[in-house]
């Protein structure tokens, strides 16, 4: 993804810089269309960040074990076994996530700074049922089935459908 963020930003570049664009923006701030590209060239400088950084920390983001379930994300939160109360995969269109229900008391505890906004965050909050937070699984090692089946490893009566 980083690659491809700096090859768009390259590319548009080059393509105003040539001079063979009637529609290139002139660099001044009350340009709408500069503000415009100026504004996406910051995002996908953002998506490269975050796309060389991610590609750097090679720890596990999610570690299922005897202990409980560890979440990585920048959280560094472990929830003990006796502290879930579920566990199940559900789809979003092509895509399995990982859900995981969490005792009120152990998900405050947990601070894990959810956002329902966040994009390209791992981790998001279900709305509607509290305590429980979602593990999507891209950009990860192991997909949602695999998670799935540590956890039926370790705790299968915690699994549902």
Known sequence: MAAVALLMIGSAIAHFASGNSDNAPT???QDPRFVMFSLLAMIMAYYIFVGVSRYLDRTPQVVIDHEGIALGFGRNA????????WVRLRRLGMRAQLQIGVEPHAFLAADLRLSQFNVDDSLRPIRGVPGAVVVRDNGLDSNAMAMLDA???????????
Not at 78 to 85: K, P
Not at 151 to 161: D, E, I, Q, T, W
């Open 27 to 29: 660099l001044s701030l």
């Open 78 to 85: 472990r929830i003990s076994w006796d502290d879930i109360e």
């Open 151 to 161: 956890v039926k490893a370790f705790r299968p009566n915690l699994v549902r459908s």
